[in-house]
T-cell receptor, first 115, second 115 residues
């Protein structure tokens, strides 16, 4: 069974630009969650999508957005990039039931550098 | 507020020595509890999880963790560390219902193994 894939793996952008990151979940998984990992703030939850709807949202500004497609693939977008957006962006997929245990499987991440 | 604390940012142990990584959490009710490991340039791999039952849980790679409700702790242990265990370890909590796609992570503990 293929794992969670994220593209691209590395990205360099300049301040003010926008960026789109992609995540393909494990086959059969309907939930995709996104996390930002930085040395200063650690791992922080961005948002979760389930069946094409945003189900949960973390404490990030509106410049961070996402969506999910009917095949459960998800994209996240960051507009008007700032230096502080440099981070490893991880996505995780799970079956996504509303209760009970849903193990999250993580992808390798996309390393975004903002210059 | 919900939070996870890993008091030790960095730990160094000798190969073959025992290991204990500490984790304390603050949560409204008993959450699901997880330990993840991250090697450089990699995503997160689940080591073990607790959601009910026996408070001593076994995981992969010879790791175990003990849930202590009275102390709100979920410490990770390994009786004999191998050089390949050098990595960053994250404790995380997740909701039992509702926000099941959101994990709250501790700041992580970097484990260095001396030969």
């Amino acid at each position: 069974k293929a794992g969670v894939t994220q593209t691209p793996r590395y990205l360099i952008k300049t301040r003010g630009q926008q960026v789109t990151l992609s995540c393909s979940p494990i086959s059969g998984h309907r939930s995709v969650s996104w996390y930002q990992q930085t040395p200063g703030q650690g791992l922080q939850f961005l948002f979760e999508y389930f069946s094409e709807t945003q189900r949960n949202k973390g404490n990030f500004p509106g410049r961070f957005s996402g969506r999910q497609f009917s095949n459960s693939r998800s994209e996240m977008n960051v507009s008007t990039l700032e230096l502080g957006d440099s981070a490893l962006y991880l996505c995780a997929s799970s079956f996504g039931g509303a209760s009970g245990y849903n193990e999250q499987f993580f992808g390798p991440g996309t390393r975004l550098t903002v210059l | 507020a919900q939070s996870v604390t890993q008091p030790d940012i960095h730990i160094t142990v000798s190969e073959g020595a025992s290991l204990e990584l500490r984790c304390n959490y603050s949560y409204g009710a008993t959450p699901y509890l997880f330990w993840y490991v991250q090697s450089p340039g990699q995503g997160l791999q689940l080591l073990l999880k607790y959601f009910s039952g026996d408070t001593l849980v076994q995981g992969i790679k010879g790791f175990e963790a003990e849930f202590k409700r009275s102390q709100s702790s979920f410490n990770l242990r390994k009786p004999s560390v191998h050089w390949s265990d050098a990595a960053e370890y994250f404790c995380a909590v997740g909701a039992r219902s509702g926000n099941t796609g959101k994990l709250i992570f501790g700041q992580g503990t970097t484990l260095q193994v001396k030969p």
